[in-house]
């Protein structure tokens, strides 16, 4: 299966994948040698990670929106309106923007981390619950079917291998 990153060449790349060592589209960190087997997009994400210091771009801040509008279609979905500045509202209507909504500056309890640490697997369970839409986010592929028609699809094998990193960092180097 050939990955096509979604963020290659923008202002969110090169990602947290490539500073861990798992971009999947930079043969550099793979193999040792450049061969942009994710086709050439205008920019090499590794010449922008080694020129970024090592680092990768950093996760935008989050903000406090005024919610105008609330609609309950069932217990496990809600559409909330929100007041937004219009630089985000446009930045919101790209397709594969998402937005991460919460209560305050932490929405999963710090004791649910430590929980999860110390091998809780209900707390493991509730804090991949809590990422999911993120890790999906950044699983989300554009593939072409046998017609060369785009679709739009998780990549579960990417997914799994995030959901396992989360894991382990969590146990093992969670300080």
């Known amino acids: 299966m050939e990955y096509v990153c979604t963020d290659r060449g923008t202002a969110k790349c090169p990602c947290a994948l490539m500073a861990a060592g798992q971009c ?10 450049c061969d942009c087997r994710a086709g050439w997009q205008g920019v090499c994400p ?5 020129q970024n210091g090592g680092k990768a771009q950093p996760v ?5 929106l005024k919610i105008r509008k609330v609609e309950d ?13 219009l630089g985000l509202a446009l930045a919101c209507s ?16 710090l004791s ?5 640490h110390a091998g809780d697997a209900m707390a493991m369970e509730r804090v991949l619950r809590y ?3 993120y890790i999906n986010k950044l699983c989300t592929r554009t593939l072409y079917d046998s017609n060369g028609i785009p679709y739009v699809c998780v990549d579960e094998y990417m997914k799994h291998r995030l959901e396992l990193k989360l894991i382990h960092s969590i146990i093992v180097a969670l300080k």
């Open 24 to 33: 999947y589209t930079c043969g550099m960190l793979s193999r040792g040698k």
């Open 112 to 116: 649910v981390m430590e929980a999860a």
């Open 94 to 109: 790209r397709m594969g923007s998402f937005v991460l909504a919460g209560e305050g500056e932490l929405s999963l309890p």
């Open 46 to 50: 590794y010449n922008e990670y080694v």
């Open 60 to 64: 935008p801040a989050g903000r406090a």
């Open 73 to 85: 279609f069932s217990d496990r979905l809600k559409v909330l309106t929100l007041e937004a500045p």
């Open 131 to 133: 990422y999911e839409g």
